[in-house]
């Protein structure tokens, strides 16, 4: 198996063409579009429960119904970029999920508009994958890490933005309105993409698709995800044993036929490459840490600290502040001195930046405490950009598809165990009193970020042989 060098920084060193930040910009602006529509929708599920007359639990699967149809769409992102090329499935999925958006604001009963919220879910499960594989070929490994930092500026705004933006629309327009406020923006970027997105069509080798294998992978991945959503609930053994056990008996179903298959829908054989496994691994122990602090910060502010949901959302800005102020240049480090070196550094920054939130008071200054949300905004993107900029840079042009798809899957489930872990970890202290336990989850999520270190030292190690 040919793979790219290691740690390509040879090419880092040139100026980026300028036709290649135009295409970086557009995919950029794609991923932003679906990520702000998580964010803004989920600030108006109360205003859709009561103008629909529903409860908030059954509207609560508007936001459900849509992350797990996310997770059902990805698998199969691999496979269809092979047979469409990447552009044309962005393309695409960006058409189908502002169809989809209009769709949702025209929705008449809960009921459709769950029901099409999944199907919006469906479209934008392939926007990323399909995004990330037109960046990887079009940029070259020398210079992803520039470009990646770029979209993940974006990726850190949107969710950041969103809360805002949601609030202002319901403030003057009804709630179909957080669905409309998707279709200029969507075919704004449909304009851009066909304009300057590069061509190419199906890959040689796309080949008939593994049926069998794809049932197996779509669901895998969703139940396994929602089981441990269901264990951070609180959720009995069968309501998280039961979905779980499934998931898992797909998953290891799907790895032997994957294996086995001449054309699988996704190539796990990937993982034989050292660099790939490290860079998927330090990835999923990097999302158990970021999502798990996304559930844990808020909770920190709201029940630990006693801050109402505005005051405890401006708070948090300050990460948002850190993360993106560092990914410029955490994409030049990258290309200069590999992922490893960079994710390592990040990840003993998460772990410096944790352990004070498990030693000091939980009423300590607001000063101390912004300084470090500042400085830890910085540590995860030094943590959590490099592992995949190193997975992309490990395969070759033709693997990329699946490539993106298996660190994206990698993710989501990294994300859902540590979200899950940590709220368990939350909720079965928190009788012990506030301050005890949130002592005790942040030390939980100090270990989270060593373990994370650990891959990127494992990482360090596979950048500095050539496959």
Do not use: K
């Not at 990520?35 to 599920?45: A, I, K, P």
Request: charged letters at 10%.
């Amino acid at each position: 198996m040919t793979t790219s060098a290691a740690p390509d920084t040879a090419e880092g060193t040139g100026p980026i063409p300028r036709h290649v930040w135009r295409i970086a910009a557009i995919i950029a602006f794609g991923a932003f579009t679906g990520q702000l529509d998580t964010s803004v929708v989920n600030v108006g599920l109360d205003t859709v429960a009561r103008d629909l007359g529903a409860g908030l639990d059954a509207v609560q699967w508007l936001a459900n119904g849509y992350l797990l149809a996310l997770a059902v769409s990805l698998p199969a992102s691999g496979w269809l970029t092979r047979g469409l090329g990447p552009s044309r499935l962005w393309l695409l999925a960006l058409a189908g999920f502002t169809v989809a958006s209009a769709l949702c604001a025209l929705a008449g009963s809960l009921g459709w508009l769950i029901a099409l919220r999944v199907l919006q879910g469906l479209f934008a499960g392939l926007v990323v994958p399909a995004g990330l594989t037109v960046i990887g070929r079009s940029v070259g490994p020398g210079r992803l890490g520039r470009v990646m930092a770029t979209l993940g500026v974006v990726m850190t705004l949107a969710p950041a933005l969103g809360p805002a933006a949601g609030g202002l629309l319901l403030r003057f327009a009804p709630w179909p309105w957080l669905f409309w406020i998707n279709v200029p923006i969507g075919a704004l970027g449909i304009a851009l993409g066909l304009r300057y997105l590069p061509g190419g069509g199906a890959d040689v080798d796309g080949g008939r698709l593994d049926w069998p294998g794809l049932t197996l992978i779509s669901a895998a991945v969703p139940l396994v995800v929602y089981g441990f959503a269901r264990w951070g609930e609180g959720g009995g053994p069968w309501a998280v044993g039961v979905p779980l056990a499934i998931g898992l008996l797909a998953l290891a179903g799907f790895a032997v036929r994957s294996v086995r298959h001449a054309r699988p829908v996704l190539d796990l054989r990937l993982f034989v490459v050292p660099r790939f496994a490290a860079a998927g691994v330090t990835s999923a122990f990097a999302s158990a840490a970021m999502f798990g602090a996304g559930l844990l910060f808020p909770l920190y502010f709201q029940v630990g600290r006693g801050e109402d949901t505005l005051n405890t959302g401006l708070l948090l800005i300050s990460m948002s502040v850190g993360n993106v102020v560092a990914l410029p240049l955490v994409g030049r480090w990258v290309d200069r001195f590999g992922g490893g070196r960079v994710c390592v550094a990040g990840g003993i920054g998460s772990v410096v930046t944790t352990l004070p939130f498990a030693l000091m008071d939980l009423h300590a200054g607001d000063v101390l405490v912004q300084a470090l949300l500042v400085l830890r905004g910085v540590a995860i993107a030094a943590a959590m950009m490099p592992p995949t900029v190193s997975a992309f840079r490990a395969v070759t042009a033709e693997q990329l598809p699946d490539a993106t798809t298996l660190v994206n899957i990698l993710s989501r489930i990294g994300g859902a165990l540590g979200g899950a872990l940590f709220a368990v970890v939350l909720t079965g202290t928190l009788p012990l009193g506030a301050a005890a336990a949130f002592h005790t989850v942040f030390w939980w999520l100090t270990g989270a970020s060593v373990l994370g270190v650990a891959g990127a030292l494992w990482l360090t190690a596979a950048e500095q042989t050539r496959e």
